[in-house]
C-alpha cells in the first residue's frame, strides 16, 4: 500500500498556540518523510524533513515527530503566527527519497489573533 | 538562483483539445518530476525524467505524456482533454533522483470548459 493519510482536514488554532498536523503511513519500505507548506498561488515547499533513524527533528519553530513502530509521524508548529496560515502536506518516499512522493491529501491551517 | 520556472501560469482549454506544459528547472537540476493537484486527489505523481529517461510512471492514462531535453527542460502533454483533467500542474527539480529536497514550481492552472 502506498497511502499516507493525513488528519485533521482543517485546523484553527490561536496566535501562540501549537498546531499539530499528524501522518499514518503503511508502506514500511518508506524512508524519508517531508512536510511542505503551500501558500495559495504557489508550489508546495520543503519545511522540514526526517529520516527513520530519528525520533524527532527540530528547525526552529518546526518540530517532526517520528514512530516507527505505529507508523505515524507529526508536525508541531511551536507559537503559531498568523503567517504560519496555509495548507500543509506529508509525504512519503522509498530508497532515501530516491522514489517518487506520496502525499498525504493536506491540512489546511488557520492561525486566529 | 532562479527557482523552477513553469509556463504558462494559466491554460484554459475544451474537452477534446491536447494542452503542452513547459518546465525549466533550477539551473543544475538535472531531475523534473511532475504532479497533478486537485482538491479531491490532492497531490498525484505523474512521472519523473532524469537525463533525459522517464525513470518513474504514476497511474494515469497514456494521454498524459512527457518528455525532457538535454538542458533538463521538461514538457508534459495531455492530449484528448477530459473535464477532469483540470488541476494544477507542478512541476519540481532536483539535483539527481536521489537528491533530496524536490524543489517545486508554481505551477499551470488548467482549467478544460
Known amino acids: 500500500q502506498q497511502q499516507v493519510k493525513q488528519s485533521p482536514q482543517s485546523l484553527i488554532v490561536q496566535k501562540g498556540g501549537i498546531s499539530i498536523i499528524n501522518c499514518a503511513y503503511e508502506n514500511t519500505a518508506f524512508d524519508y518523510f517531508p512536510w511542505y507548506q503551500q501558500f495559495p498561488g504557489k508550489g508546495p515547499a520543503l519545511l522540514i524533513a526526517?529520516?527513520?533513524?530519528?525520533s524527532e527533528k527540530k528547525e526552529g519553530r518546526f518540530t517532526i515527530s517520528f514512530n516507527k513502530s505505529a507508523k505515524q509521524f507529526s508536525l508541531h508548529i511551536m507559537d503559531s503566527q498568523p503567517g504560519d496560515s496555509a495548507t500543509y502536506f506529508c509525504a512519503a518516499s522509498k530508497d532515501f527519497g530516491n522514489e517518487k512522493l506520496t502525499f498525504g491529501t493536506g491540512t489546511r491551517l488557520t492561525i486566529i489573533p | 538562483k532562479a527557482g523552477v520556472t513553469q509556463t504558462p501560469r494559466y491554460l484554459i482549454k475544451t474537452r477534446g483539445q491536447q494542452v503542452t506544459l513547459s518546465c525549466s528547472p533550477i539551473?543544475?537540476?538535472?531531475?523534473v518530476s511532475w504532479y497533478q493537484q486537485t482538491p479531491g486527489q490532492g497531490l498525484q505523481f505523474l512521472f519523473e525524467y532524469f537525463s533525459e529517461t522517464q525513470r518513474n510512471k504514476g497511474n494515469f492514462p497514456g494521454r498524459f505524456s512527457g518528455r525532457q531535453f538535454s538542458n533538463s527542460r521538461s514538457e508534459m502533454n495531455v492530449s484528448t482533454l477530459e473535464l477532469g483533467d483540470s488541476a494544477l500542474y507542478l512541476c519540481a527539480s532536483s539535483f539527481d533522483p536521489s537528491n533530496q529536497p524536490q524543489h517545486f514550481g508554481d505551477g499551470t492552472r488548467l482549467s478544460i470548459l
Open positions: 539551473s543544475g537540476h538535472r531531475s
Open positions: 526526517i529520516r527513520p533513524d530519528v
